[in-house]
């Protein structure tokens, strides 16, 4: 008994009985039941199929090159990043810099020593000097690991203190003339309440911050004011090439020039408070105990109580004043100078 296979024979004697073609086996012409394909046409075929999966034809991956996932994308987009252990709460903080208002941030173009980085790290370095309104220390700001222009730098952070912890008394007489922008802070101010000495210390700083803008885009020889914090201002530290390295510059009062440098200091001193008057301000305080001599260059610090030559009732007193104290000193160094003649050469600068 033959079992059916469900395959219809060919009528042909000579024609070979085979089954159906898989799906996934290549294709070829349909064999007519008339006879079976020649065995030429066979090989033919049978030759055809090698050389279609030649392996000559098949496509090779080199596996042995490394491929960058980063490959083609904008390196504007990419980031890279390193883990930063705690920081120390009692002498580190993050920066401040982007936690300001853009109004409290130094005036543009602004050097390329600024460091603006979000993750660079405050470590105060020590106090460097305390004043009668205020304490100055130095600070490093800087991207940890990095020692680049624009990623570390260390500057001076100058700080206010509030009215009862301070030693200067005479602040009504510089004040004049100035105006507190909200009704409340004015009324604080005149009662004299926490809010009020709060507001005031907050407004000395507000004070030289906006003299030490002013001056600086002026062209005067002034730190470089970095932003203003409440009652911290953070600018530039000036310094000098020392025996052992960088090293704050000296006070005018604590140097002793030769007679080219004394003259120059005094020139550029002139030069400077002309400047000053013909943009209407005043020092207020100057004198060589708030002048650095940074190398051949001079330096004009203590801004706060920069006064209006004409809003300010005693701006002309004020200026005398700054010429008398200046004109002292470069005297007893021996210069021939007079503060009556500077005075004069000012005002005419003036009106």
């Given at each position: 008994?033959?079992?059916?296979?469900?395959?219809?024979?060919?009528?042909?004697?000579?024609?070979?009985?085979?089954?159906?073609?898989?799906?996934?086996?290549?294709?070829?012409?349909?064999?007519?039941?008339?006879?079976?394909?020649?065995?030429?046409a066979r090989h033919d075929w049978h030759d055809r199929s090698e050389e279609?999966?030649?392996?000559?034809?098949?496509?090779?991956?080199?596996?042995?090159?490394?491929?960058?996932?980063?490959?083609?994308?904008?390196?504007?987009?990419?980031?890279?990043?390193?883990?930063?252990?705690?920081?120390?709460?009692?002498?580190?903080?993050?920066?401040?810099?982007?936690?300001?208002?853009?109004?409290?941030?130094?005036?543009?173009?602004?050097?390329?020593?600024?460091?603006?980085?979000?993750?660079?790290?405050?470590?105060?370095?020590?106090?460097?000097?305390?004043?009668?309104?205020?304490?100055?220390?130095?600070?490093?700001?800087?991207?940890?690991?990095?020692?680049?222009?624009?990623?570390?730098?260390?500057?001076?952070?100058?700080?206010?203190?509030?009215?009862?912890?301070?030693?200067?008394?005479r602040a009504a007489t510089y004040t004049e003339g100035r105006s507190v922008?909200?009704?409340?802070?004015?009324?604080?101010?005149?009662?004299?309440?926490?809010?009020?000495?709060?507001?005031?210390?907050?407004?000395?700083?507000?004070?030289?911050?906006?003299?030490?803008?002013?001056?600086?885009?002026?062209?005067?020889?002034?730190?470089?004011?970095?932003?203003?914090?409440?009652?911290?201002?953070?600018?530039?530290?000036?310094?000098?090439?020392?025996?052992?390295?960088?090293?704050?510059?000296?006070?005018?009062?604590?140097?002793?020039?030769?007679?080219?440098?004394?003259?120059?200091?005094?020139?550029?001193?002139?030069?400077?408070?002309?400047?000053?008057?013909?943009?209407?301000?005043?020092?207020?305080?100057?004198?060589?105990?708030?002048?650095?001599?940074?190398?051949?260059?001079?330096?004009?610090?203590?801004?706060?109580?920069?006064?209006?030559?004409?809003?300010?009732?005693?701006?002309?007193?004020?200026?005398?004043?700054?010429?008398?104290?200046?004109?002292?000193?470069?005297?007893?160094?021996?210069?021939?100078?007079?503060?009556?003649?500077?005075?004069?050469?000012?005002?005419?600068?003036?009106?």
């Amino acid at each position: 008994m033959v079992r059916s296979t469900g395959v219809r024979p060919c009528l042909n004697e000579r024609s070979v009985t085979c089954r159906r073609l898989s799906l996934a086996c290549p294709q070829t012409t349909p064999t007519s039941c008339i006879g079976a394909p020649a065995l030429t046409a066979r090989h033919d075929w049978h030759d055809r199929s090698e050389e279609q999966y030649s392996s000559d034809h098949l496509l090779h991956l080199d596996t042995r090159r490394e491929v960058d996932p980063l490959d083609g994308i904008d390196p504007s987009f990419l980031l890279d990043w390193h883990a930063v252990e705690d920081i120390d709460d009692d002498t580190q903080r993050w920066s401040t810099w982007l936690s300001v208002e853009p109004l409290s941030r130094g005036p543009e173009p602004r050097p390329d020593w600024v460091v603006t980085s979000q993750g660079a790290i405050d470590t105060e370095l020590g106090i460097l000097k305390t004043g009668k309104e205020a304490d100055a220390y130095l600070l490093e700001r800087a991207v940890p690991g990095s020692d680049a222009l624009g990623e570390s730098v260390v500057m001076v952070a100058k700080r206010y203190r509030s009215t009862e912890h301070r030693t200067f008394h005479r602040a009504a007489t510089y004040t004049e003339g100035r105006s507190v922008k909200r009704s409340r802070d004015q009324r604080a101010l005149k009662a004299g309440s926490t809010w009020g000495k709060i507001v005031a210390a907050g407004e000395w700083a507000v004070s030289e911050w906006e003299a030490l803008k002013r001056c600086w885009l002026l062209g005067l020889p002034v730190p470089y004011p970095v932003q203003l914090d409440g009652q911290e201002i953070l600018m530039e530290w000036i310094t000098v090439e020392g025996e052992d390295g960088v090293e704050t510059a000296p006070r005018l009062a604590q140097t002793r020039p030769g007679p080219a440098l004394l003259a120059s200091y005094y020139d550029q001193l002139r030069d400077a408070l002309a400047t000053m008057v013909q943009a209407g301000i005043v020092h207020g305080d100057l004198s060589p105990y708030n002048t650095l001599a940074a190398g051949e260059r001079l330096v004009v610090i203590d801004l706060p109580q920069v006064v209006d030559l004409v809003g300010n009732a005693n701006g002309m007193d004020f200026l005398l004043r700054d010429c008398r104290n200046m004109c002292r000193w470069f005297r007893a160094r021996g210069l021939e100078v007079d503060e009556q003649e500077l005075f004069g050469e000012l005002m005419a600068h003036a009106f």
